[in-house]
């Protein structure tokens, strides 16, 4: 393709700038905390001398996952995420299909991610609050509710388009999909309300224990760390509203690939704070709950 065929007025930083670089960062730094954090868990258990649970073996598929999922976002080096469009098809087109490719692994990842790390989170509630009978269906009507989202979301990128490799082979005859800007701005949305729902659950519980006001608000705060993972959901919901991620769109990956490892990177280590703060705070308090005693 010629250079005089591309529009290159008007591109932010000018045609030859680069920004994967903080994408690249990011995925780095989440499989440097997300590590630490799972090991975290693990040697809380062995110091407590308690034994491993369900919602901690959950964590090494998720743990394992998160960095394919990061090791794929660096990937993207060689699909030129963080250079303009119109520099990839003026100077390297065979990296759009990288880019592409990388995309369509990151859409399957992303939705297989979050219903593993907010089940792990999800069992963690009914372990430590299993005495309330409305608890206990709520938190199981969740973990149905995200894996339900997750199936749809795996479904949805991979049959996106028709055949399935025009998602990274516009090349193809008669090749089609489905709006693809809509999808990409609708499928965070029932994964936040899924977020405040998991935020919204336990505070009736916790703040019914019979222990100081303090215990309260510190059990809140623990639980209000998912909250951070909302913000970085709406974040990158919103940029799909400010900008068009279709017609630049190996540049505009450079904020969309970031939040999303941010998004799916702050539940993962959610959970393992979590966790490591309940540990750390068993060793000075014992909740009372129905008239049964149960130790965080």
């Not at 994967?20 to 407590?48: E, K, M, P, Q, Y």
């Not at 269906?137 to 990128?157: C, D, H």
């Not at 965070?188 to 998991?198: E, F, K, L, T, Y």
Request: charged share 15%.
């Amino acid at each position: 393709m010629s250079t005089e065929s591309i529009d290159t007025s008007g591109l932010e930083g000018g045609l030859f700038a680069y920004g994967g670089n903080s994408v690249i960062s990011c995925a780095i730094v989440f499989i440097i905390l997300c590590t630490t954090f799972v090991a975290l868990r693990f040697i809380s258990h062995r110091i407590g001398r308690r034994p491993i649970n369900l919602e901690d073996w959950l964590m090494i598929p998720t743990w394992i996952i998160m960095i394919g999922f990061c090791a794929n976002v660096i990937s993207v080096k060689y699909g030129d995420v963080g250079r303009h469009i119109a520099y990839v098809l003026m100077y390297e087109p065979e990296a759009f299909v990288r880019w592409a490719q990388t995309l369509f692994v990151v859409e399957l990842l992303y939705g297989i991610l979050f219903p593993l790390e907010k089940t792990s989170i999800l069992l963690l509630y009914l372990r430590l609050f299993h005495v309330h009978r409305w608890f206990r269906l709520t938190t199981y009507i969740l973990i149905v509710y995200i894996w339900l989202w997750g199936a749809s979301e795996v479904l949805v990128a991979i049959f996106q388009c028709k055949p399935i490799q025009y998602q990274w082979d516009k090349s193809i005859s008669g090749g089609h999909c489905i709006n693809q800007l809509g999808d990409y701005r609708w499928v965070s949305v029932p994964n936040i309300v899924h977020d405040i729902a998991m935020l919204v659950v336990p505070a009736p519980v916790v703040w019914k224990l019979q222990i100081g006001l303090r215990q309260k608000l510190a059990l809140s705060c623990v639980f209000l760390i998912g909250s951070i993972g909302c913000v970085a959901s709406f974040i990158r919901l919103s940029i799909f509203f400010r900008k068009n991620a279709l017609v630049d769109n190996t540049w505009a990956s450079i904020e969309l690939m970031s939040w999303t490892l941010a998004e799916t990177g702050v539940i993962r280590l959610r959970s393992g704070r979590c966790f490591f703060t309940l540990f750390l705070a068993s060793a000075r308090f014992m909740i009372k709950v129905a008239g049964v005693q149960v130790f965080l």
